[in-house]
Nanobody, 126 residues
């Protein structure tokens, strides 16, 4: 089995920062990419950011570009999401995911991932 454990969520005020972490463990033989998705209250899950494990190419949703930064630690099988200048509309459950099998194209869709974490809540007050 593969386990993904997210941490770092919480309640902050608009303009503040949070850093999310996601550590992958278990029977994980390959990682091609890791990503962050979020699901705001009453809305569908949406892509936030992703990073390729080899080479480190990054991808961002327009809504977070310039404010959030995704990074990785290959040795620890861990991905991070540094979230700055948080806005109330960033309020959501945040989920990390692992792409463990090679798929073509940008890893910006949930269907391109194989394993998911349980999520961590981020709440931004105005």
């Amino acid at each position: 089995q593969v386990q993904l454990v997210e941490s770092g969520g919480g309640l902050v005020q608009a303009g503040e920062s949070l850093r999310l972490s996601c550590a992958a463990s278990g029977r994980l033989f390959s990682i091609y990419a890791m990503g962050w998705f979020r699901q705001p209250p009453g809305k569908e899950r949406e892509f936030v950011a992703a990073i390729r494990w080899s080479g480190g190419s990054t991808y961002y949703a327009d809504s977070v570009k310039g404010r959030h930064t995704i990074s990785r630690d290959n040795a620890k099988n861990t991905v991070y999401l540094q979230m700055n200048s948080l806005k109330p509309e960033d309020t959501a459950g945040y989920y990390c995911a692992v792409q463990a099998s090679l798929r073509p194209g940008v890893p910006d869709r949930g269907g391109k991932y194989d394993y998911w974490g349980q999520g961590t809540q981020v709440t931004v007050s105005s």
